[in-house]
Nanobody, 116 residues
Framework: QVQLVESGGGSVQAGGSLRLSCAAS?????MGWFRQAPGKEREGVAN???????TYADSVKDRFTISQDNAGSTMYLQMNRLKPEDTATYYC?????????????WGQGRQVTVSS
């Protein structure tokens, strides 16, 4: 059983930065971040596999950076040049494939609020 514990996030003005962390227990191949804004569907933001290959949603490319520690047990999402449209609950996820539809384990979610 994989357990995910998130931390970080918060509130910031547009143009600012925030970081999210996710600590994982158990073996996993791929970790990722999703987000869900009120009234919208959940969307994939970024993911990273055990070989540190990354994938980003077009909306966050060149602004967000996903990374992992060397042990592969903690994942980070550095969010720069934040925009109001980035406001959402962000969820850490883990799975055995790096496909957006293949994540099996989920964190509790962290709120990110960007004001204009």
């Amino acid at each position: 059983q994989v357990q995910l514990v998130e931390s970080g996030g918060g509130s910031v003005q547009a143009g600012g930065s925030l970081r999210l962390s996710c600590a994982a227990s158990g073996y996993i191949y791929c970790m990722g971040w999703f987000r869900q804004a009120p009234g919208k569907e959940r969307e994939g933001v970024a993911n990273i596999d055990k070989f540190h290959r990354t994938t980003y949603a077009d909306s966050v490319k060149d602004r967000f950076t996903i990374s992992q520690d060397n042990a592969g047990s903690t994942m980070y999402l550095q969010m720069n040049r934040l925009k109001p449209e980035d406001t959402a609950t962000y969820y850490c996820a883990a799975g055995f494939q790096c496909r957006w539809e293949s994540f099996d384990y989920w964190g509790q979610g962290r709120q990110v609020t960007v004001s204009s």
